[in-house]
């Protein structure tokens, strides 16, 4: 999410200034206000700033073929960072990844790079992560193929249920075939993944491991919702993804159904569900319970206090899963902290050892599993 549910609030540079702003967004309203009437007050961390600038010095568009999925257009925004704008038939229209190139990549014309995905929350956007954290001065990054695709205010990574019916928006298949296809086509992308998200895009890189099996060596989640069929803690998992869909004007059961008449649908998405798939992938899971802590500048709001405090019991409920299946986590519930950027920037850097060491070994496990709800 960048929180659970929360409004996009754009913060922009100065008209023309082509530049992005990395300060914390306003909480936005509607959805806000929606979900205080309903159960949990969640909060919006908001994307930024205006996408400018020229086109890119490396990348080339794609030619349209068969109906597949076209790169449309190609910015640079710096040495290393793009902009893709792809025409995608599994969402119906046109949607954006950012990439950041590994500091090698013109010099060494043939080389295959591994890769990170980095999935951002709700309510949020493509750019947060360069808005938002220092992912794009990293050393450790330097050879890596960094991808932060968009994924919806409220797309939850998955292909919708829509009564039945499928259709779009499909998320899953945008990234993990569209996108993935055209990366490797164009930009060099290797067979070695691995995948990390905040909130909402916490979900996605456990459920994205643990739905294709083999294609990511780790996973890592930040203040992620990780049962979402949980029932305890200050709102239920199903209730809070009802709501923030609510929120934003989407149809409550077009995700992934109805939570009791599509059980098993909602169950072949839910993490905790899943989790006998996850073997033989690294993981890494973080939460805060909610506190302000050392990371928080000034006054925090209910609303980041009181969603990070309802997804540390969801959190405890998935690493207990993985404990239990004898699958190995590192687990950092670090206490004082709430549902903000400062405190993911610290978990990207303290995961980074698990996600790059994984892209050294050998692959992950492409067996099937016994989790339930694999149904879809």
Known sequence: ?????????????????????????????????TLLRRSLPLAVLAAAALLALSLAACGSAEAPADGRARVLDVRALGPRLRDLTIESPALGRRARARLLLPSRYRAEPHRHWPVLWLLHGCCDSYRSWTRSTDVDQLAELRNVLVVMPEAGDVGFYSDWYNGGQDGSPRWETFHLTELRRLLERHWRAGGRRVVAGVSMGGFGAMAYAARHRGMFRAAASYSGLLHTRYQGGPVAGPALIQNLLGAFDENRSALWGDPGGQAQVWAAHDPYDLAPCLRGVGLFVSVGNGRPGALDRGPTSARVRQLERALLPQNVAFVERLRSLRLPVEFDAYGRGTHSWPYWQRELHRSLPLLLGALQTGPASSRSCAAAGRSR
């Open 1 to 33: 999410m960048v929180g659970s549910a929360h409004h996009l609030v754009e913060l922009t540079a100065p008209a023309g200034s082509g530049i992005e702003s990395k300060s914390t967004p306003n909480w936005g309203a509607r959805a806000v206000d």
